[in-house]
């Protein structure tokens, strides 16, 4: 395959492919690059790789894929002299034109390999800098792992003094309890009265008033009716120096007979005689 030529202009370097602008000082330039550097007009003009001054006759555009009419017209009239001065000239603008691809090639490569160079050393350098990193962190974790185990016996070791501790505050806690309850029996016994001094009570005094009552009152309750009162003989005369006797409570009708029956009866206070008045048959 034909090697094509490409654009001069180093910062362009297209390939050309249909028409280029060709100068007399052997380079050539695509259409852009041309208008760019304003080779439009009319001359003089300066070639952007070169710097040299060209005149309109030094520069022309050429087809790069011509007809076969064009080949056939191009040179005719011409004599075999002047066809081979031609084609000797446009030989050596290809062969420079190679030459320079080839120089330009190469020096690119060359630059492709300091970069692949400078790329290879990046590498390196983070390569070493990962198996520094690895060999410190690998340690690191070692060390970690040693004071993990550490932590774990002290662990164990604080678990078990822990255990010890409960069980003898346990025992302690035992022991307390066992100790109040020693003292609180010491202090019953020594507060507790003398069972031999103390006169124990009798069935009718342990026994409350109101079984007592229910006893004697198996019965109904009986109410005395007036005309057996009068006929009660009176152990109480009445005298001078002593007040009437007691009367009886008046019995009363309905259903409130009964209510305060088991209320003592209000005590009337005597007053004793003078002892002047006292006869010496009483005294």
Known sequence: MEQGLTCNVSTCGAQLTDQAL???????????CASKHRFAGQGPYTC??????????????????????WKSVVLSGLSPTIVMECAGKALSFWSYQMTNQILYQMQKNRDMEQHTVQLERAVENMWNQGNERIRTLTAKIRDM??????????????????SDKKNEL??????????????????TSNNAPDV??????????????SSLYSQQSQGPLRIMPGSERDAVPNYFPTTPNF????????????PKALIGWDKPAPTQQISSPPLDAVSPRNA
Do not use: I
């Open 22 to 32: 060709v100068t007399a000082c052997s380079h050539v330039l695509c259409l852009e």
């Open 48 to 69: 952007p790789v070169c710097q040299q001054p060209l005149t309109a006759s030094e520069v022309c555009k050429q087809l790069l894929h011509p007809s076969e009419e």
């Open 145 to 162: 792992e040693t004071e993990q185990q550490e932590l774990r016996r002290s662990c164990e070791d604080l678990r078990l003094t822990l």
């Open 170 to 187: 346990m025992r302690s806690q035992e022991l307390y309890n066992k100790l109040k309850k020693r003292v609180l029996l010491d202090q």
């Open 196 to 209: 031999g001094r103390v006169r124990p009570a009798t069935e009718t005094e342990s026994r409350p008033y």
């Open 243 to 254: 007040p009437a006797a007691p009367s009886f409570p008046r019995v009363q009708s309905g």
